[in-house]
């Protein structure tokens, strides 16, 4: 009959402890649910819930403005992605593989964004972009098309700055 008792408290103790304890380990920094888990769930429905302009923004800002490129293709180019750019061969690899090639440990390259167009998933970005200090540089045109908060596909139109153009208005 003791041993009974005691086996009904052990029962109900073990009934408020198990859910408890599932409770913290499921929630902790070190559980399936943790904070990590959580913050980048609602990341990543941020990330889908931006415009397809923020989405390039955000990319341009991390890649270029942070000097993190393979981060924020990861983070902002879709897996199954299309680059058009000619040099390479067009997957999401190749464009790491070829943003990484760039000197970033000083002001090179530099952009100045001068123009954005954005109307419905296609994002057009005019920049400057001066590669080596002290050149003109080169009047660029980039352009992305977002799909789920992802850039799915990309193509850049290149044009070098003449030093002695005729042309007063210039590229910009």
Same mark, same amino acid.
Do not use: C
């Given at each position: 009959? #003791?041993?009974?008792?005691?086996?009904?408290?052990?029962?109900?103790?073990?009934?408020?402890?198990?859910?408890?304890? #599932?409770?913290? $380990?499921?929630?902790?920094?070190?559980?399936?649910?943790?904070?990590?888990?959580?913050?980048?769930?609602?990341?990543?429905?941020?990330?889908?819930?931006?415009?397809?302009?923020?989405?390039?923004?955000?990319?341009?800002?991390?890649?270029?403005?942070?000097?993190?490129?393979?981060?924020?293709?990861?983070?902002?180019?879709?897996?199954?992605?299309?680059?058009?750019?000619?040099?390479?061969?067009?997957?999401?690899?190749?464009?790491?593989?070829?943003?990484?090639?760039?000197? $970033?440990?000083?002001?090179?390259?530099?952009?100045? #964004?001068?123009?954005?167009?954005?109307?419905?998933?296609?994002?057009?970005?005019?920049?400057?972009?001066?590669?080596?200090?002290?050149?003109?540089?080169?009047?660029?045109?980039?352009?992305?098309?977002?799909?789920?908060?992802? #850039?799915?596909?990309? $193509?850049?139109?290149?044009?070098?700055?003449?030093?002695?153009?005729?042309?007063?208005?210039?590229?910009?």
């Amino acid at each position: 009959m #003791i041993m009974r008792g005691w086996l009904h408290i052990f029962s109900i103790a073990a009934g408020i402890a198990a859910p408890v304890a #599932i409770t913290l $380990w499921s929630t902790s920094d070190f559980g399936v649910r943790s904070r990590a888990h959580y913050a980048a769930v609602e990341q990543q429905s941020a990330e889908r819930s931006m415009s397809a302009r923020d989405v390039v923004m955000a990319f341009d800002t991390l890649a270029f403005g942070e000097r993190k490129p393979r981060e924020a293709v990861l983070r902002y180019v879709a897996a199954e992605a299309v680059d058009h750019h000619q040099d390479i061969r067009g997957d999401r690899q190749s464009m790491i593989e070829m943003l990484e090639r760039k000197d $970033w440990s000083g002001t090179s390259p530099r952009r100045t #964004i001068r123009h954005v167009v954005a109307e419905g998933d296609l994002v057009v970005v005019h920049h400057h972009l001066v590669r080596q200090p002290g050149t003109p540089g080169i009047a660029a045109v980039d352009m992305f098309r977002v799909k789920d908060g992802r #850039i799915v596909e990309h $193509w850049d139109v290149l044009q070098p700055i003449a030093a002695n153009s005729p042309n007063r208005a210039g590229p910009f």
